[in-house]
T-cell receptor, first 119, second 115 residues
Framework: AQKITQTQPGMFVQEKEAVTLDCTYD???????LFWYKQPSSGEMIFLIY??????QNATEGRYSLNFQKARKSANLVISASQLGDSAMYFC????????????????FGTGTRLKVLA | KAGVTQTPRYLIKTRGQQVTLSCSPI?????VSWYQQTPGQGLQFLFE???????NKGNFPGRFSGRQFSNSRSEMNVSTLELGDSALYLC??????????????FGEGSWLTVV
């Protein structure tokens, strides 16, 4: 079963408008982390924002915010005031523990959403 | 502060050859992990090294191997290359601790084409 699901293969948004990229996840681990990365055509994965499972408030980083709804197991990325440079692939990822004693984690990535910002 | 550096950025190899990719993590980061990204399979975890020891491994054949040096730099090697190994190989580094905020930061990747 998919642990990270991004149901939007592609999205369009008008410049200066806000856009929401969807992400749902599945885990039985009570302690986990959720991440969003941006991948331009150059290939580099750029870290955008992090949300911990115990964080009470939604994470924000500049124009990026994470709409964390724990009961629904969703972690949607909201980009406000879209810019042309926001056009890229966006990946949602989850970090969960490998075991109770190993102290190591694994990261699982979704299939990504390609965002195109229109001038 | 320098980011994660990967070399080479682009390379073309022939089937049956081997390839070595290099990754220098962010200064102070002790964990280095490798991912393969293809259009069909997406991002797949290869392995992770921490303090020169492999502590986590993905589901890839033994042709894929790696190592980490005492300065935390890492290399991955793919032997007997196959056409299906053509991919973007991404290296990521992190502090490697058990804290919940342990974020992985990626390099620009190495684009490998096998012909």
């Amino acid at each position: 079963a998919q642990k990270i699901t991004q149901t939007q293969p592609g999205m369009f948004v008008q410049e200066k408008e806000a856009v929401t990229l969807d992400c749902t996840y599945d885990t039985s681990d009570p302690s986990y982390g959720l991440f969003w990365y941006k991948q331009p055509s150059s290939g580099e994965m750029i870290f955008l924002i992090y949300q911990g499972s115990y964080d009470q408030q939604n994470a924000t980083e500049g124009r990026y915010s994470l709409n964390f709804q724990k009961a629904r197991k969703s972690a949607n990325l909201v980009i406000s005031a879209s810019q042309l440079g926001d056009s890229a692939m966006y990946f949602c990822a989850m970090r969960e523990a490998l075991g109770t004693t190993s102290g190591t984690y694994k990261y699982i990535f979704g299939t990504g959403t390609r965002l195109k910002v229109l001038a | 502060k320098a980011g994660v550096t990967q070399t080479p950025r682009y390379l073309i190899k022939t089937r049956g050859q081997q390839v070595t990719l290099s990754c220098s993590p962010i200064s102070g980061h002790r964990s280095v992990s490798w991912y393969q990204q293809t259009p069909g399979q997406g991002l797949q975890f290869l392995f992770e090294y921490f303090s020169e020891t492999q502590r986590n491994k993905g589901n890839f054949p033994g042709r894929f191997s790696g190592r980490q040096f005492s300065n935390s730099r890492s290399e991955m090697n793919v032997s007997t290359l196959e056409l299906g190994d053509s991919a973007l190989y991404l290296c990521a580094s992190s502090l490697g601790g058990t804290g919940s905020g342990n974020t992985i930061y990626f390099g620009e990747g190495s684009w490998l084409t096998v012909v």
